[in-house]
């Protein structure tokens, strides 16, 4: 009897390729504890790990609706600042805001416009204070004395 | 809340502060007298007067506003 064919190995690039476009079309899966699955789009499987890497960190996660509206107590936690300093931010017009009654709200979509804006603009100053020092060869200076290590 | 000896020289200051870029993994504080330590220690470090300033806007400007 002929000994068996060995397998042609050229192919095998391909079906593994396959086999991985496959797994890839397939998409995040949700399991219920009694078997059933759920497909669900690329973006919420995304939004789930990270909700739960962030859980798993013991990282407090609040889900907020982007049309939610906020106090001006709630809007400076979310930035990190104080309420007097957030109530100035609303009164020079850098956030939109509306009034129920008396009181000061925002959407979490202007708060966290506003927040991007300010990041984006802080890591462009680091970056141009970053590169100016460099230039100057200040970036690398050594301490003069041991005072400051 | 940042010292002025991890302020003062770049290379730590530049670190600690991407690391509290989004997403943050802290929110980094510090108060005037801080940076006018930081401004005193740089000036000793060589930096000139003009140096010096313009690190300070950039220090205000990134303040933990209180």
């Known amino acids: 009897m002929p000994p068996p064919a060995p397998l042609s190995v050229s192919c095998w690039p391909e079906t593994i390729e396959a086999l ?80 129920v009654g008396t009181h000061r709200r925002v959407y979490v979509r202007d708060l966290l416009e506003y927040r991007r804006r300010r990041d984006r603009h802080r890591r462009n100053a680091l970056d141009e204070l970053v590169q100016a020092e460099i230039a100057e060869g200040l970036y690398t200076i050594e301490p003069t004395n041991g005072e400051h290590r | 809340m940042l010292d002025a000896c991890v302020l003062a020289p770049m290379p730590l200051c530049d670190t600690l502060l991407r690391l509290a870029e989004e997403p943050a993994f802290y929110i980094p504080k510090w108060s005037d007298s801080i940076l006018s330590e930081v401004a005193r220690t740089i000036s000793k470090f060589g930096y000139s007067e003009t140096q010096v300033a313009r690190r300070m806007r950039f220090m205000r400007d990134a303040s933990p506003k209180q």
């Open chain 1, 20 to 99: 991985y476009g496959n797994l890839r079309r397939s998409g995040p899966i949700l399991f219920g504890p009694h078997g059933e699955r759920r497909a669900m789009p690329e973006s919420v499987g995304e939004f789930l790990a990270e909700l739960i890497a962030g859980l798993q960190a013991g990282k407090s996660v609040a889900i907020i609706h982007n049309e939610a509206t906020l106090t001006t107590a709630e809007a400076a936690e979310m930035l990190g600042v104080s309420r007097q300093f957030l109530v100035k931010t609303l009164e020079r017009g850098e956030i939109p805001f509306h009034k």
